[in-house]
């Protein structure tokens, strides 16, 4: 069974960093490319960064230059450094398999706010 536990989220003011982790179990999480999510209220969920099994990386637009993902594959473990947080930024942010509509985890909530 596909476990996803996020965490690391907070209370952050703009131009703060936070970094997320995500741990994974219930797969052979090397095999797989991972995505970092996020849905604000009112909004749709959102791919925001990819890494593929062989560690390379795409961004969504908004998020370019600001974040960075990153994966362990000796601790099935997916990380999201964001940087130069935004406002626009808050929602709860969430790991899975790229592409999986499916076993989302609880997420974690990220507050970009003075």
């Known amino acids: 069974q596909v476990q996803l536990v996020e965490s690391g989220g907070g209370l952050v003011q703009p131009g703060g960093s936070l970094r997320l982790s995500c741990a994974t179990s219930?797969?052979?999480?090397?095999?797989?490319?991972m995505g970092w999510y996020r849905q604000a209220p009112g909004k749709q969920r959102e791919l925001v960064a990819e890494v593929t099994t062989r560690g390379s990386r795409n961004y969504a637009d908004s998020v370019k230059g600001r974040f960075t993902i990153s994966r362990d594959n000796a601790q099935n473990t997916v990380y999201l450094q964001m940087n130069s947080l935004k406002p626009e930024d808050t929602a709860v942010y969430y790991c899975?398999?790229?592409?999986?509509?499916?076993?989302w985890g609880q997420g974690t909530q990220v507050t970009v706010s003075s």
């Open positions: 219930g797969i052979i999480f090397r095999l797989y490319s």
């Open positions: 899975n398999i790229l592409g999986s509509l499916s076993n």
